[in-house]
DNA sequence: CTGGATCCATGATGATACTG
DNA sequence: CAGTATCATCATGGATCCAG
């Protein structure tokens, strides 16, 4: 009955910054959180995205990030799925995922290399960052990605864009409609050519599209 | 002749985050960077700043992100000292620095422990953040601070607000300047009193500097 | 099958002392 | 001042196993 050893790590500083990093400043914390910033996900759905962690540290971590009051879990009677997502305190986490993305496209950035894990969410992830910060594009966009059988929603508002792992609201709900394979999507955007990949819509949201998709490839400093 | 033993700790993701955290994440990293991002340090600066880590993990810490890019070290010969500071690379980790400590603020703020490590210019970044969440105050302001014999400068140009660990350009340059100790200040911003501590400058910037130094106090959800 | 737990190995960090 | 050396401890990874 020893429980929850309580093995946090702290660094008993009063900078908040300090603070901050008590909670989320483990190694593959923030991954986690990323990953729930989409949408509420499933053990195994973690598992999938978080190439490489063992089932024993992905526990650890729900559980601490539980405890911090940035993770719920969803544990219904009766059904077999735990469904994890973000509290409103983990959702603020937003612009600290988003600065490290702005940071790895600027100064960590390469192409896949072969045999490296890739998801579509991450993948999509990096698109909008690269759109971000190399164009100075201001016209709201709604995209839908189906990626290997799954859904996601790629919003600009004019101001912000935004990625959700969800099916689309209604059936027109977007002006472009994009399905592949997440590995077929990465050698689109890299080299784009039509093979293996569909994309349906208006002929001026599809050139936009396009034209802003490209970005990724092209306009960061390749390491 | 083993050498530098990389001991890279990797997630080989492509995700920009993970290829962030990869030179970032480690334990200290981002406190070092922080206590970086106000100005070139030395090896000693930074122990007192990072209260707890040895020397050894310092040492490690330095070395690792001089490699990454994010770090230069200026060694002169014949001169003892080594002074750390940012490179270009390292100074764009200011966002992350900035968003963490938002959510700290948000989420993670107590007001110090006793016999908790509080440096100066962790106290001064968290009443800079304080003033940033809490207000819509947009004036100009150049404070002076002078602790422990030390020098900072706090300064809004109406948008946003640095820190720097410097002196003042010119005698005339700050429109208050404050004169105490860390602790005293620590007691000020929490409980204003005058012991202890020198406020100068016209009325006018100093009620502004009073009014607005008291946010830290008040206005967050203390823990 | 999902959602873990357990055991052992190894690598990262901490404590303390000491040095050019 | 700027570290290194040594030893101890803790966190993480790898592999395997298990209950609902």
Redesign the interface.
Known sequence: MEGVTRNV?T?????????????V?D?WS??VI?DLVTGAKRFTDLMDRL??ITPKTLSQRLRELEVA?IVTADREPGRREVWYSLTP?GA??G????????????????R??PG????AE??L??AI?AIDLATDDHEPARWHFRLDGRDYLVESDGHQWSLTAKAPPTPTWADVTITATTASLATFVFAPSDLDIDITGETEPVQRFRQLISTLATVVHPV
């Open positions: 790590r660094y008993n500083h009063f900078c908040l910054m300090a603070r901050a990093l008590e909670r400043g190694r923030l991954l990323r190439g490489g009051g305190a603020d986490l612009p600290v995922i988003d600065a490290l993305n702005w940071w790895g496209l600027r100064h960590a950035w390469r896949p290399q490296e894990p890739l998801h991450h993948l992830r990096s960052q």
